[in-house]
């Protein structure tokens, strides 16, 4: 090796276990926090603009902006405890074994300080708000980073159940931030989000399968195998788009949310039969993911766009 190569060799070691802000960022998984932060401004657009909810005045979007700041803020500092308390078990699995958590690049005193101040200034930014949005941030925040990380991934095949409930918080979250109570609009954007992650997450699970074996997570693809929860994932499918269609039934929407909501869970459940048939699960799981995100991205942003222009049509 010349010395070029060996000093840049060198060089790529000292960086590697220096913090840097990009390791924070990952630390805080920011795919999680964009996804959270889209359905907590879901809910609180949705309940902005019901004929009985709207509110009004300069405040409105500050109050949208607090509301999801503070609700991106306590789901970050869930998942930095989440990797605090999974680091010895990320080290087992090639995905994860080189995040800072895990190779110590972000100490664990640090770990726990920034997740500490993430969540301190996420639940005083709800409490600004009312009090029952705080209330719901710091459950979120316990069934997610003790009851969920520390028992149930651990050691149950429930895990994933129990994990969608702090889950499908954030449009819990955003709806009673402008209302502070929860009726039935708000329930059902929070059983869309509940009913959508395990699907999702098994998804996830098939495709990684032996990395979750080896690190010792008692996934129901690991425990059950494939085809039992490709069977699960079709009926939360299927009843995902039901609850979809009672949407109209609370929220002023037109019919155009309607056919999409059917068309999307359509797709949805054709892809899920076919995983039944599928040559390589491993492939077949990965669409599934991506799809996921697609189903669930267009469901919120179509139910937002088609509740404004119902609101403005109104006016």
């Not at 110590?104 to 005193?109: D, S």
Request: proline residues 5%; glycine residues 8%; positive net charge.
């Amino acid at each position: 090796m010349n010395s070029n190569a060996a000093q840049t060799e060198q060089s790529m070691k000292h960086n590697g276990n220096r913090m840097t802000v990009k390791d924070f960022i990952i630390l805080a998984k920011p795919g999680i926090i964009i996804s959270n932060s889209l359905a907590a401004l879901g809910g609180f657009w949705i309940a902005w603009l019901q004929p009985e909810r709207t509110g009004g005045g300069p405040g409105i979007f500050a109050a949208m902006a607090v509301a999801m700041i503070g609700t991106a803020l306590v789901m970050a500092s869930s998942t930095v405890f989440n990797n605090f308390f999974d680091r010895g078990m990320d080290a087992k699995m090639a995905r994860t074994r080189t995040r800072a958590s895990v190779t110590g690049r972000i100490p664990p005193p640090v770990m726990i300080l920034y997740g500490t101040c993430l969540g301190a200034c996420g639940f005083i930014m709800l409490a600004s708000l009312n009090v029952l949005t705080a209330v719901l941030g710091l459950l979120a925040f316990l069934l997610y980073a003790v009851v969920y990380t520390l028992w149930f991934k651990r050691q149950s095949v429930w895990s994933t159940f129990v994990g969608s409930f702090p889950g499908a918080a954030p449009p819990l979250i955003g709806y009673c931030a402008l209302t502070g109570y929860i009726d039935m609009p708000a329930i059902l954007l929070y059983a869309i989000m509940f009913l959508w992650q395990p699907p999702h997450f098994w998804a996830i699970g098939i495709r990684r399968k032996e990395e979750y074996r080896a690190a010792g997570i008692p996934l129901l693809p690991i425990i059950k195998g494939n085809r039992v929860t490709k069977i699960k994932m079709l009926r939360y499918i299927a009843v995902l788009t039901a609850v979809s269609l009672l949407v109209p039934l609370y929220i002023d929407v037109s019919p155009f949310y309607t056919a999409s909501a059917l068309l999307l869970g359509a797709i949805w459940l054709y892809r899920s039969v076919k995983g039944f048939q599928a040559a390589d699960d491993t492939q077949w799981s990965k669409g599934m993911f991506f799809y996921s995100i697609v189903y669930f991205s267009l469901l919120f942003l179509i139910l937002m766009a088609d509740s404004f222009i119902n609101a403005v049509l109104r006016t």
